[in-house]
């Protein structure tokens, strides 16, 4: 696909943003001609006129220019077509290359024979400052589809060392630093919770730390990802439906490699590392088991009662190696918890922290960005449910209820006294991976998290 602006050429096609009240009158009879209900971002194919258009009732609200963009790029898809003029409010213009850009994603790489789609340009009219804006949309929507593609990818081809020889080398001609810790240094490290979590696989684990240092930063934010290339469980072994698409484990380490991407793209004035938590969760004689306890990098000791907790124990590590760096802002993304899919549904993401004020930054940038958040407070009681008799902490709950919660909690044992106000923990186990298209996103992997990072970034 190829975006123009202000092109000159002969359209074949136009789409067209309409709303019930602005509509033409031609098209407004060839609608109820064909019983076309003016629903919020329906889309009418109008072939007589070469043209479709998308209704679009709150004219306030962004997201559904989104909406109705992409499923007027999927009633195009495949047609002959070849250029397209797109026709939208000035103020719409950025929501609707999101929504083609997001919605035109699809993921054909493991089809013998892909489908033939012809190659098509959208043409957008704007001014030379709308056009930056719109080619900043264009960094940002390249960088979640990239995400797209690593997290749909296969566990045979992304483990551990691929993931971070392909930041190495996704990061090569930019201006971000790529440091990689392969298991003789995470040994150095002590980073003893995320090396037990990978020590039954076949592949190695690594720490990617990703640096951004632009000139004339004021503010230093470390990006925390889990990346479980691959979640079996472990000993705790998950039963085979629950096993099927954990090769999604892997979201929040691909989304804060994407944001770093996209931010450096953007040239923001904000100073970035984005460490990545890889491993793979497996079984074997050399497994992790339940009743181990391991002495984590922070020295607190954890004791292991499920060895499918394990996100938390690789993020243990990564939050404790991120505080050396000092951080203004420590933000984790992680496919923690089936608690927080059951908890908010699969589309929204669960924010976790101490700082009301932090929290609503992310809640502005949620809006912003277009991806759901919602807040999941802590509270006093919820905390004695992680306590071990044996150890500093224990890796489960005592009960049943609660877990996205009481899965922050955990985390939050292994966030320094001075940084509990800088720390946000987002859940992404919802919106992350969804087996069905929704809104923009297609079947699978959505890139959860880079928008939402982005625009919090922008703020800083
Ligand atoms: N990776 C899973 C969480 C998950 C669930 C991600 C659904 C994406 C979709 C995580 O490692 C896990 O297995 N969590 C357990 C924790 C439990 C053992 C306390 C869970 O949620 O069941
Ligand atoms: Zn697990
Ligand atoms: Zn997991």
Known sequence: MKIEFNSKKNFDYLVEFVSEKSVNKKDKEYAK??????????????????KII?????????????????????????SALKTINIQAPK????????GLMLGAYSFTKYLSTPPKITEKSFNFSCDKLEQKSLEQVIAVCESVNLVRDIVNSIPDEIYPKTFADMALKLTKNTDIKAKILDETELKKQNMTAMLAVNRASRHEARL???????????????LVGKGLTYDSG??????????????????????????????????????????????????????YKPDDVLV???????????????????????????????????????????????????????????????????KTASIKSGELTADLPFNRYLKPLIKSEIADVCNISSSRYGGAITAGLFLDNFIKEANKDKWIHLDIAGPAYVEKPWGYNP??????????????????
């Open 54 to 78: 998308v209704n679009i009732n709150d004219l306030k609200d962004l997201e559904n220019y989104k909406i109705g963009m992409a499923k007027a790029y999927k009633c195009l898809e495949k």
């Open 234 to 287: 472990g000993l705790s072994l998950k039963p085979s439906e629950y096993m099927v698409s954990m090769k999604c484990d892997k979201s929040g380490a691909s989304a804060v490699l994407g944001a770093i991407l996209a931010a450096s793209k953007l040239d923001l004035k904000v100073e970035i590392h984005a460490i990545l938590g890889l491993a793979e969760n497996m079984i074997g004689g050399d497994a």
């Open 33 to 50: 001609l064909f019983g076309f209900e003016f629903e919020e971002a329906s889309v009418l194919n109008i072939a007589s006129s070469n």
């Open 296 to 362: 984590s990098r922070s020295k607190k000791t954890i004791e292991v009662k499920n060895t499918d907790a394990e996100g938390r124990l690789v993020l243990a590590d990564c939050l404790d190696y991120s505080q050396d760096l000092a951080p203004d802002f420590l933000l984790d993304l992680a496919t923690l918890t089936g608690a927080c899919v059951a908890g908010l549904g699969e589309y929204t993401i669960g924010v976790m922290g101490h700082s009301q004020s932090l929290k609503d930054k992310i």
């Open 91 to 98: 103020n719409a213009l950025e929501a609707v290359l999101e």
């Open 208 to 222: 990617v730390h990703l640096s951004y240092t632009p000139k004339g930063a004021k503010k230093k934010v470390a």
């Open 443 to 460: 079947y699978g992997a959505t890139g959860a998290g880079v928008r939402l990072l982005i625009e919090f970034l922008k703020t800083l």
